[in-house]
């Protein structure tokens, strides 16, 4: 029937009508909070670019973990950021690394929490890229070893799922014949499957120390136009043994992650990344728009499009303002 027998509005007229019939809801257990850990102690080092965003040290990481755990939200996802950096990445790996020993302490001061940590070499690398270098580009197959070792160190210290995030082809595939050979089996990985190389990540990579030294990450992270590629990306993963596939970034790709959600029955995870929220936070600190509304909206966005998991710095905030 049409109008004016069938009037829509009428299911909008109240809260209560409007709470009972939402489709989409947004959930603290939907959420993934990425923290930054550095060397030393006592450290809260703000972001600059990424307003309400800290660098931590391992002790002041315990104590927001601790917070993070409070207000409900079941996972965190832990960058390292060393002091010294070298060419192969030596720290990624490192037994007392400031990622291994950051797991080792969260996982002992808040064992129900989960802790998720992103495997990748260019916060460890001084050059800046995602993995090793020979004759001046990123080698695949020689990264792939590195990547291994480092997903099996943060599986010694503790860490519940592993995250790699370079977009080196086969590295899934070499991290779970890895964690599998080293008694890590029921270890999960997170991959970052279809990772576009990004206008967006440039608050992310002042707070890592992770901007290349040299060219870019367009010869191995996608390029923005290819939606079908994406796919053949995340079929790969999962051939190899992905348990858990990441859109990255969420917004601008939410075409990517709904196909995906139509094309694969498996956990989808989608990274709502550091200029997405930075910008929304510049925004509100100038008055122009909403941004408690205009956050909790982009990540219901997210959840609309398929995501079962959403990475997001606004985590600690949007989870106190959901209603139990």
């Known amino acids: 029937m049409s109008f004016p027998i069938t009037r829509l509005r009428r299911l909008r007229r109240s809260e209560a009508l409007r709470r009972m019939l939402r489709e989409t809801r947004l959930s603290r257990d939907d959420l993934v909070y990425p923290l930054f850990v550095v060397e ?28 993070v755990h ?42 129900g929490l989960c802790v998720v940590t992103d495997v990748c070499l260019c916060e460890y690398t ?13 080698a695949n197959d020689p990264s792939l070893v590195r990547l291994a070792e480092t997903a099996v160190s943060h599986a010694r210290a503790g860490a519940d799922v592993v995250a790699p995030s370079d977009m080196m082809d086969g590295r899934v595939a070499a991290i779970r014949a890895a964690l599998d050979g080293g008694g890590f089996d029921a270890v999960p990985i997170l991959s970052y499957a279809a990772k576009f190389a990004s206008a967006y990540y440039g608050p992310f990579r002042d707070a890592a120390e992770s901007t290349p030294q040299f060219g870019d990450r367009r010869s191995y992270q996608m390029d923005p136009p290819n939606a079908r590629e994406a796919l053949r990306e995340m079929r790969l993963d999962l051939e190899e043994g992905a348990d858990i596939l ?17 094309e694969f029955d498996v956990p989808l995870a989608a990274y709502h990344v550091s200029g997405e ?16 509304r205009a956050m909790h909206e982009a990540l219901i966005a997210i959840k609309r499009a398929g995501a079962d998991l959403i990475l997001t710095y606004a985590a600690k905030d949007v989870a106190a303002q959901l209603v139990p």
Do not use: N
């Not at 990445?89 to 037994?95: C, E, H, V």
């Not at 001084?126 to 990123?138: A, M, N, Q, R, T």
């Not at 990441?246 to 139509?262: E, F, N």
């Not at 929220?277 to 408690?292: H, K, L, P």
């Open 40 to 67: 030393g102690s006592g450290v809260r080092a703000p972001v600059t670019s990424m307003p309400g965003v800290f660098r931590l040290s391992v002790d002041a990481l315990v104590i927001e973990c601790k917070e």
């Open 70 to 111: 409070d207000l409900g939200i079941p996972a965190v996802l832990l960058f390292g950021v060393p002091d010294e950096k070298d060419a192969r990445g030596s720290g990624a790996d490192a037994a007392d690394g400031v990622v291994q020993r950051a797991v080792e302490a969260v996982k002992s001061a808040v064992p």
């Open 126 to 138: 001084d050059h800046g890229h995602c993995g090793l270098i020979e004759d001046g580009d990123v």
């Open 246 to 262: 990441m859109v990255k970034p969420a917004l601008p790709y939410l075409d990517v992650l709904a196909r995906a959600r139509a």
């Open 277 to 292: 929220y930075a910008m929304v936070r510049a925004a509100a600190e100038r008055g122009w728009i909403d941004g408690d």
